[in-house]
């Protein structure tokens, strides 16, 4: 069975500071990898998935299958990045996501 | 475009009641889901539809049984009601087939049980 660990619950940041959220799984096949993130107030949203390579607000995240992670980092936190923060897997194939238990970040004015 | 709809918003609910808590979408994703969020927990999977008339069971599907009639529709009941079940239920739904399909999440009904 998949498993995804996000080991930080909470995360204060001062703004302009870096940010990294880790994510690590646990999966023998072929992983789709991916972060999700809730604003306060607003549902639940895609910001990127590992096949796109690409950065979504400034956040960018790389799959690191010799260490079956996928971390999430943005160089400069503003304030609007203040959210709750997913990792989810996929199995190749499969429509199903398994979630990690969340990151809550703060940034610090 | 609405995308997906849940109802009620929110519903406090005496244990031991029955309840039916609503999900839509209008874009003719066939695979719909359904997730409670739980401080600490994350998100975890009760049921899921890839498509319409088929249900299957996700992580946590014991209190809870689900169905689906049509594309559009994907109901989730608690047929008797306990406090464990207080949560945040999100309803989701994704285009079948194909890699890294995208999952939509609707707004959330806040469930409390007395």
């Known amino acids: 069975a998949q498993r995804v660990t996000q080991p930080e619950k909470l995360l204060s940041v001062f703004k302009g500071a870096p940010v990294e959220l880790k994510c690590n799984y646990s999966?023998?096949?072929?992983?789709?990898l991916f972060w999700y993130v809730q604003y306060s107030r607003q549902r639940l949203q895609l910001l990127l998935r590992?096949?796109s390579r690409e950065s979504i607000k400034g956040f960018t995240a790389d799959l690191n299958k010799g260490e079956t992670s996928f971390h999430l980092k943005k160089p400069f936190a503003q304030e609007e990045d203040s959210a709750m923060y997913y990792c989810?897997?996929?199995?190749?194939?499969?429509?199903?996501?398994?979630f990690g238990k969340g990151n809550q970040v703060v940034v610090i004015p | 475009i609405a995308g997906i709809t849940q109802a009620p918003t929110s519903q406090i609910l005496a244990a031991g009641r029955r309840m039916t808590l609503r999900c839509t979408q209008d874009?003719?994703?066939?695979?719909m889901y359904w997730y409670r969020q739980d401080l600490g927990l994350g998100l975890r999977l009760i049921h899921y539809?890839?498509?319409?008339?088929?249900?299957g069971k996700g992580e946590v599907p014991d209190g809870y049984s689900v169905s689906r009639a049509n594309t559009d529709d994907f109901p989730l009941t608690l047929a008797s009601a306990v406090p464990s079940q207080t949560s945040v239920y999100f309803c989701?739904?994704?285009?079948?087939?194909?890699?890294?399909?995208?999952?939509?999440f609707g707004p959330g009904t806040r469930l409390t049980v007395l």
């Open positions: 989701a739904s994704s285009a079948q087939g194909g890699s890294y399909n995208e999952q939509f």
């Open positions: 999966y023998s096949g072929s992983p789709e």
């Open positions: 590992h096949i």
């Open positions: 989810a897997l996929r199995r190749y194939g499969n429509n199903r996501l398994a």
């Open positions: 874009m003719r994703h066939n695979a």
């Open positions: 539809s890839n498509t319409a008339g088929t249900t």
